[in-house]
Each structure stands twice: as structure tokens, then as C-alpha cells.
């Protein structure tokens, strides 16, 4: 199987900066798509931001220009760089790629990491 670990979350003032990462591990073949999803209170989990393997980015309007997110492909890793954060950005951030392992080469699967809390205070 696959298992995502994310880390880099925190506690930040308004304008700081924060920066994501999210490992993935096991039997790899290939990773397709990395990304980042967010979920606040009350609100339903959006897609904040993705990462085709043709380098292609995607962002939600509400973020370009703050954030970007990049790939480590030696290490099976996405980072998301969050600048001039906002208290609006205070969410749940959720890794995920779409991957296939070496049991099923040709099957591409969606996993999810557990969750990483991003608080920014006014």
C-alpha cells in the first residue's frame, strides 16, 4: 500500500510564513498528481492546490501569488510554501496524491494523508 506523512503545520501570526510537506511511501510506481486540499470549519474540503507530472500547477483563486507548491520526485515529496498567510487560510491541510504501486502498474489510486492543523492568528 501507500501511506502519506505530512508535516510542517503550526500556530502563525497573520503574515507569516508556513511550509507543508507530505511524504510518500511504499510500494510506489508512479505518482501522477500531488496535491493539497484544505477544510476549515464549517466548510466542505476544497482543493487548494495541484501538481501535475508534467509540471503543470493549479491554484484556488484565493491563494495565487501566496502559495506554491512543488514536487521532490527523488523523494516522492510535495511542498506546499505558504506566504503572507491569512487568518482565512486557518484550516485543516490534507495531502494527496494519485499513484500506482508496483503490484498494479497500470492502476492509478487516490490516497490521503491524516491531516495537518494550520492556525494563523490575527
Known amino acids: 500500500q501507500v501511506q502519506l506523512s505530512e508535516s510542517g503545520g503550526g500556530l502563525v501570526q497573520a503574515g507569516g510564513s508556513l511550509r507543508l510537506s507530505c511524504g510518500a511511501s511504499?510500494?510506489?510506481?508512479?505518482?501522477?498528481?500531488m496535491a493539497w486540499y484544505r477544510q476549515a470549519p464549517g466548510n466542505e474540503r476544497e482543493l487548494v492546490a495541484s501538481?501535475?507530472?508534467?509540471?503543470?500547477?493549479n491554484y484556488v483563486d484565493t491563494v495565487k501569488g501566496r502559495f506554491t507548491i512543488s514536487r521532490d520526485y527523488a523523494k516522492n515529496t510535495v511542498h506546499l510554501q505558504m506566504n503572507s498567510l491569512k487568518p482565512e487560510d486557518t484550516a485543516v491541510y490534507y495531502c494527496?496524491?494519485?499513484?500506482?504501486?508496483?503490484?498494479?502498474?497500470?492502476?492509478?489510486?487516490?490516497?490521503w494523508g491524516q491531516g495537518t492543523q494550520v492556525t494563523v492568528s490575527s
Open positions: 501538481i501535475t507530472r508534467p509540471q503543470s500547477t
Open positions: 494527496n496524491i494519485e499513484a500506482s504501486t508496483l503490484r498494479n502498474p497500470l492502476l492509478y489510486v487516490n490516497y
Open positions: 511504499g510500494s510506489i510506481f508512479r505518482i501522477s498528481v
